[in-house]
């Protein structure tokens, strides 16, 4: 009898406690979520904060993006992955962080599943080459022309090593044949002001300068992608200019590592329920970007993994280090 008692009482405690557990996780989010954003302030960093404050009116807390640029994404990216995976971090990835720079450093070796929680990606896109106005040329293929006739004379810039600025220009520097300075900088921001100064001749990035080149600050050379961009499309493509030089861009959403399975689930949900509200496909059209709602975790993380695997032999070609 006593034994059997006992017994009572331990699945008496096992339920209280399973209860108990249930409890916490139908709580979240029970206070404001952090959403790292580890760049400088662009257009793009505007659409995530409507996103945030879509996602906000779904979790029913607040959500709130918080710049950290540096080390191309990497300083913000390492302080969110070193969290606790409760929910309460979350931050924006793009390949240079999480496909980039991986491969290129011997102590960044993160990889998706095991050292953070791939949560969802948000868009896709094709990249711009902004450039100085305060140069000789109007496009790319005079650009090309230039750089070949001033070899190391022109710069271009990036938010870091290993970054997708970085991987871009060396890219488009081996697939014109030319030579330019590599200038790294915090983020888009600096990269215009440089640019709108003289003294940055060449950046590749979405459409957040788009409003600067409207304004003849600054001007665009050509596009990346297979096909013109949206945010441009009388501007012809890389291809189109007789250069051999084609890359889009994605950001995504991860977390800390072990984040638990009901957490990822409520958070890609309201990540893709916001990105289908007014607010954020408007904002979405000023940022240049195409968004991607619906892209389940597993989906994501295949896409960084293939990435990984088809820059393996860009890194190895360009020899590109970040440590």
Same mark, same amino acid.
């Given at each position: 009898? =006593?034994?059997?008692?006992?017994?009572?009482?331990?699945?008496?405690?096992?339920?209280?406690?399973?209860?108990?557990?249930?409890?916490?996780?139908?709580?979240?989010?029970?206070?404001?979520?952090?959403?790292?954003?580890?760049?400088?302030?662009?257009?793009?960093?505007?659409?995530?904060?409507?996103?945030? #404050?879509?996602?906000?009116?779904?979790?029913? #807390?607040?959500?709130?993006?918080?710049?950290?640029?540096?080390?191309?994404?990497?300083?913000?990216?390492?302080?969110?992955?070193?969290?606790?995976?409760?929910?309460?971090?979350?931050?924006?990835?793009?390949?240079?962080?999480?496909?980039?720079?991986?491969?290129?450093?011997?102590?960044?070796?993160? *990889?998706?599943?095991?050292?953070?929680?791939?949560?969802?990606?948000?868009?896709?896109?094709?990249?711009?080459?902004?450039?100085?106005?305060?140069?000789?040329?109007?496009? $790319? =293929?005079?650009?090309?022309?230039?750089?070949?006739?001033?070899?190391? =004379?022109?710069?271009?810039?990036?938010?870091?090593?290993?970054?997708?600025?970085?991987?871009?220009?060396?890219?488009?520097?081996?697939?014109?044949?030319?030579?330019?300075?590599?200038?790294?900088?915090?983020?888009?921001?600096?990269?215009?002001?440089?640019?709108?100064?003289?003294?940055?001749? $060449?950046?590749?990035?979405?459409?957040?300068?788009?409003?600067?080149?409207?304004?003849?600050?600054?001007?665009?050379?050509?596009?990346?992608?297979?096909?013109?961009?949206?945010?441009?499309?009388?501007?012809?493509?890389?291809?189109?200019?007789?250069?051999?030089?084609?890359?889009?861009?994605?950001?995504?959403?991860?977390?800390?590592?072990?984040?638990?399975?009901?957490?990822?689930?409520?958070?890609?949900?309201?990540?893709?329920?916001?990105?289908? *509200?007014?607010?954020?496909?408007?904002?979405?059209?000023?940022?240049?970007? *195409?968004?991607?709602?619906?892209?389940?975790?597993?989906?994501?993380?295949?896409?960084?993994?293939?990435?990984?695997?088809?820059? *393996?032999?860009?890194?190895?070609?360009?020899?590109?280090?970040?440590?």
């Amino acid at each position: 009898m =006593k034994t059997s008692r006992t017994f009572i009482r331990g699945i008496a405690a096992v339920a209280l406690l399973t209860a108990s557990s249930g409890a916490v996780a139908q709580a979240w989010p029970s206070r404001p979520i952090t959403w790292m954003y580890p760049f400088g302030e662009s257009a793009a960093t505007a659409w995530v904060r409507t996103l945030a #404050q879509e996602m906000s009116k779904t979790l029913g #807390q607040p959500v709130l993006v918080e710049n950290k640029p540096g080390m191309g994404g990497r300083i913000g990216l390492t302080q969110a992955l070193a969290a606790k995976p409760d929910g309460y971090m979350i931050s924006i990835a793009v390949p240079s962080m999480v496909a980039y720079q991986p491969l290129t450093s011997k102590t960044f070796k993160i *990889e998706p599943g095991k050292s953070y929680t791939p949560i969802t990606q948000i868009y896709n896109l094709k990249l711009n080459l902004y450039g100085s106005n305060k140069v000789p040329y109007n496009d $790319l =293929k005079g650009l090309v022309a230039y750089a070949k006739a001033n070899p190391g =004379k022109l710069n271009y810039g990036s938010t870091g090593v290993a970054s997708t600025g970085h991987f871009a220009g060396e890219l488009l520097s081996r697939g014109a044949g030319i030579q330019m300075v590599h200038v790294p900088y915090k983020g888009e921001g600096d990269q215009t002001a440089a640019a709108i100064a003289g003294d940055l001749h $060449l950046y590749i990035t979405s459409g957040g300068p788009k409003a600067n080149v409207e304004a003849g600050r600054i001007q665009v050379l050509g596009t990346t992608g297979d096909t013109r961009s949206k945010v441009f499309p009388n501007v012809p493509t890389a291809k189109e200019q007789g250069v051999d030089f084609v890359m889009t861009q994605w950001m995504g959403v991860v977390a800390p590592a072990g984040l638990p399975a009901d957490i990822v689930s409520r958070l890609n949900q309201a990540i893709t329920a916001a990105m289908k *509200e007014p607010a954020p496909v408007k904002a979405a059209e000023v940022a240049g970007v *195409e968004p991607t709602p619906g892209i389940s975790p597993d989906a994501f993380t295949a896409l960084i993994r293939a990435d990984m695997k088809a820059l *393996e032999p860009v890194v190895k070609a360009t020899g590109i280090v970040t440590d």
